[in-house]
């Protein structure tokens, strides 16, 4: 009975990692495809956000603007080039999502630490970045879950909370059509321009 108990979560996950495959199989061969990246970066031994340290990156904050979108990266990461996002709200904060604090609003110091970092400004009026703002302050506190599929708002993750705030005022930063959302998305976005940007 002991050992029926220790094998059923992973048992389950192994069930719902083949479902969600089978589902999606057509999705899991595009050539960009975020869950085929993962799968291959798992495979070379990157995990996660990869080899976290304080790089003190030095960018310069200077002129950044509410409704900016900060990414950052550390190396081997095992999602692409960025590991995290933050949506810049003023003030030198930041609204972003993970670990223990789900949706949360943090001072901007801590993506001096990134080894690669970009500002993003999005193509839109100050008027829309207001209301995205607004969007993601209503979810604050809401669940963080590392991979938070794109539909729903019960569970977020960095990248889901300021993706489906943007997609809400019809502006749609992913162009990929994948299962989540990278923060390397919102760098690649048409509608997204690079401000300032450090490393590689």
């Known amino acids: 009975m002991r050992l029926a ?4 979560f992973p048992l389950i996950s192994l069930v719902l990692l083949i479902y969600i495959s089978l589902s999606n199989w057509t999705l899991l061969h ?3 495809n975020l869950t085929k990246l993962y799968l291959n970066n798992l495979a070379q031994g990157n995990f996660g956000f990869g080899l976290a340290a304080n790089y003190n990156n030095g960018i310069s904050f200077l002129g950044i603007e ?8 550390f190396p081997q990461c ?4 960025f590991s995290h996002a933050g949506l810049y709200i003023g003030d030198k904060l930041v609204l972003e999502s993970y ?3 789900g949706v949360t609003i943090q001072p901007i110091d801590h993506y001096w630490e990134y080894s690669e970092i970009a500002i993003l400004r999005v193509d839109t009026t100050p008027e829309i970045k207001e209301q995205v703002i607004s969007y993601v302050k209503n979810h604050e506190g809401g669940l963080f879950y590392p991979v ?3 539909p729903g708002e019960r ?4 990248t889901k909370i300021i993706w489906k705030a943007y997609l809400e005022y019809g502006i749609d930063l992913d162009a990929n059509e994948d299962l989540w959302i990278s923060p390397d998305a919102f760098y690649d976005s048409p509608l997204t321009t690079v ?3 450090k490393g590689r």
């Open 5 to 8: 108990r220790l094998l059923l």
């Open 30 to 32: 595009e050539p960009d």
């Open 66 to 73: 509410p409704g900016d979108i900060i990414v950052g990266g």
């Open 78 to 81: 095992a999602y692409g080039r």
């Open 99 to 101: 670990g223990d604090l």
């Open 148 to 150: 938070a599929f794109k």
């Open 155 to 158: 569970i977020w993750n960095c």
């Open 195 to 197: 401000i300032r940007e």
